[in-house]
């Protein structure tokens, strides 16, 4: 993997995370083209962890708060949405993996356009608090968004609209709920190749280097972005993308 490559791959990642068009889906598509060679799992693990550091970053005051305050509502339904999603990972771990060889990427991509136009045009006038129920539900969401191709944060945030609650609250609940998944994927694959006795990290140290560094600063930009652009923009203006990138993954799996 080149310099070049790896930055591409950087800032694709920072650019989709958190948007409604699945970061995984994309790294899975550049890796048809590229085929960059190694334990591409833990690179696209390695590149979420960049832009978890980026949720951090922007984050960080509502982050200290939770770390202050552990037992809060909030925290508490951080807690409650991770529970659905490691069943759910743990459950289909096997089609998790098999998926990163990017056969179900053109109806994945299709489904999150579906699900985004559908919740775009159903009116929501009032709007409730995140609760228990709803963060269960965004848990969920965020289980099935496991497969690349299917938007972890279009998924966690049309389940948090569809449950009634606000695009601000939604969104950022929804990029709190990527930091313990995140280091759970992170734990639970470097547990499964020390057993399996496959090497962890077998890439090139520099261009992985450049990959992270620009997935974090493109992250940064991109959660500031989404939290005030949710506010504005249609939801089925990334259906439309997601219609297209859907085609051109089509063919080349």
């Not at 305050?69 to 925290?75: E, L």
């Not at 508490?76 to 990163?100: C, E, H, Q, R, W």
């Not at 409730?128 to 972890?152: C, D, E, H, N, V």
């Not at 547990?191 to 450049?210: H, R």
């Amino acid at each position: 993997m080149t310099i070049w490559i790896a930055i591409l791959y950087g800032i694709v990642q920072g650019a989709t995370e958190f948007l409604p068009v699945s970061s995984s889906g994309h790294l899975v598509l550049l890796n048809l083209i590229f085929k960059v060679e190694g334990n591409f799992i833990f690179f696209s693990l390695l590149l979420h962890l960049a832009t978890l550091f980026a949720v951090l970053f922007v984050l960080r005051k509502e982050i200290l708060h939770l770390i202050k305050n552990p037992f809060c509502d909030k925290a508490k339904n951080l807690y409650l949405a991770t529970i659905p999603t490691i069943i759910i990972a743990v459950l289909f771990m096997d089609i998790f993996k098999g998926s990163f060889s990017g056969a179900y990427l053109p109806i994945c991509f299709m489904l999150t356009a579906a699900f985004l136009f559908l919740v775009e045009i159903i009116s929501i006038k009032k709007f409730q608090p995140i609760g228990k129920k709803t963060a269960f539900y965004m848990g969920l969401a965020q289980g099935l968004a496991i497969l690349p191709g299917i938007s972890r944060s279009g998924a966690t945030i049309i389940t948090g609209l569809f449950c009634k609650g606000s695009r601000k609250q939604v969104s950022e609940f929804s990029f709190l709920m990527s930091i313990p998944i995140i280091l759970a994927s992170m734990a639970y694959e470097i547990f499964s190749c020390s057993i399996e006795g496959v090497p962890i990290f077998d890439m090139a140290i520099v261009p992985t280097l450049f990959a992270f560094i620009f997935a974090f600063v493109s992250g940064v930009f991109c959660v500031k972005f989404m939290l005030n652009m949710l506010q504005k923009v249609k939801l089925y203006y990334f259906s439309i993308y997601l219609v297209i990138i859907s085609s051109v993954s089509f063919f080349l799996i």
